[in-house]
């Protein structure tokens, strides 16, 4: 094995078949197959569709990652793969293919988590995490704000959701305005057109007494619902582009406030955001701006490394085989709700032997 360690990453959790190959902190192949077409007729991702697309993309997304890296199967030096949090069915697909594939290959495997895979990714951008790293994720399923002192160890949450994600609010707000699925880069691009001060949209869990780090956007929805639903029963025109943008102004709004006070109050000068809602353009040209203010610095991966993909899973193994944490054993689980200080499943035998860092018989 070279001196970086060649990991395999495949991601699963939810409607996109990812495949990532890298070396050390080098990303050599991102490979997606996506079933979100096959969703959008229906508003939302089916949990059963998305299991069968996965199925049907497994094995050509990974020979396509493979081709495009340049590599053989028998090159690596071990297979990653979600095993949590995300859609049961789906994530039972990418495990069972990691498994097969490490069997087959006599390759360690690891099991890790979907929002440790998530900061991780930023390796591939912007070199080793900083210890400690503050990040703060957004996505369809989480918004949550979390300090890791070791990626591949120590995860602690300090805020989450407690009602709708960001995403899910933008989904839904897509659908009110009728603008489709997925939410976010519509309401993204509808927005550019729109006042983002038009609207005085509430920004929920921002009192004096109201939790630090938590979120909540399930008022801000309902809010907006109510609003456009109001418009529509006066007979008068809804200004869609003012809606989007007054709506992206409150989620942006909270989201980089209380990111931008969890580095503050835990002393950390800078912070990494990730999640398919780093992609949006608003979110990172505020927390840009506030970050500056204070004086933090910070990280943020490219838009196609923000959504769901191989490419997080792939880093956080190898950032796993660098460090020599212990692999999965064969008996590795999908947990639809595995937390997040659960970085990764261990295990200390692999095919009934201790294994090192390398994945070499002890």
């Known amino acids: 094995m070279a001196d970086e360690p060649l990991v395999l990453g495949i991601e699963t959790s939810c409607d996109e078949t990812g495949v990532g190959i890298v070396r050390g902190t080098t990303l050599l192949a991102d490979a997606v197959a996506s079933s979100v077409n096959d969703h959008a007729r229906f508003g939302g991702v089916v949990p059963e569709i998305a ?45 069972s293919a ?3 594939y490490a069997w087959a290959l006599d390759k360690p495997l690891y099991g890790v988590n979907h929002l440790a895979s998530h900061i991780c990714v930023d390796q591939l951008e912007h070199g080793r995490l900083p210890s400690p790293t503050m990040a703060l994720l957004v996505s369809g399923g989480h918004s949550s704000l979390l300090l890791s002192e070791d990626i591949t160890t120590d995860v602690r949450p300090l805020g989450a959701t407690i009602d709708d994600a ?10 009110v305005l009728g603008l489709g699925f997925p939410g976010g880069p519509i309401v993204d691009r509808t927005a550019r057109e729109g006042d983002p001060e038009a609207i005085s949209f509430p920004r ?6 109201d939790p630090a780090y938590d979120f909540s956007f399930s008022g801000l929805k309902t809010a907006v619902a109510r609003w456009v639903e109001a418009k529509r029963r006066a007979g008068e025109e809804v200004p869609i582009a003012d809606v989007a943008a007054s709506f992206q102004e409150a989620v942006t709004d ?19 955001i990730g999640g398919g809602v780093a992609a ?4 990172r040209e505020m927390a840009q701006q506030r970050c500056d203010r204070a004086g933090i610095r910070l990280r943020v991966p490219r838009p196609g490394l923000c959504t ?21 054993a064969f008996d590795l689980s999908a947990d639809s709700s595995l937390p997040v200080t ?8 692999f095919h009934g032997q201790a294994y090192d860092a390398l994945g070499g018989g002890a």
């Open 51 to 95: 299991s069968r697309a996965h199925l049907e993309a497994m094995v050509p997304t990974i020979q396509r990652a493979l081709d495009t890296a340049g590599v053989k199967a028998g090159d690596l030096d071990g297979i990653a793969v979600t095993a949590g949090p995300g859609l049961a069915g789906a994530l039972l697909v990418g495990v």
């Open 98 to 100: 990691a498994k097969a």
């Open 166 to 175: 960001a995403g899910e609010a933008f989904d839904k707000v897509a659908r």
């Open 204 to 209: 929920g869990l921002s009192g004096r007494n």
């Open 254 to 272: 909270v989201l980089t406030r209380k990111a931008v006070k969890a580095c503050r109050d835990n002393g950390v000068d800078h912070l990494m």
């Open 280 to 283: 949006n353009s608003r979110l």
């Open 308 to 328: 769901d993909n191989g490419a997080m899973v792939a880093a956080l193994g190898s950032e796993m085989v660098w460090r020599g944490r212990t692999p999965s």
């Open 342 to 349: 659960d970085v990764h499943v261990p295990h200390t035998d």
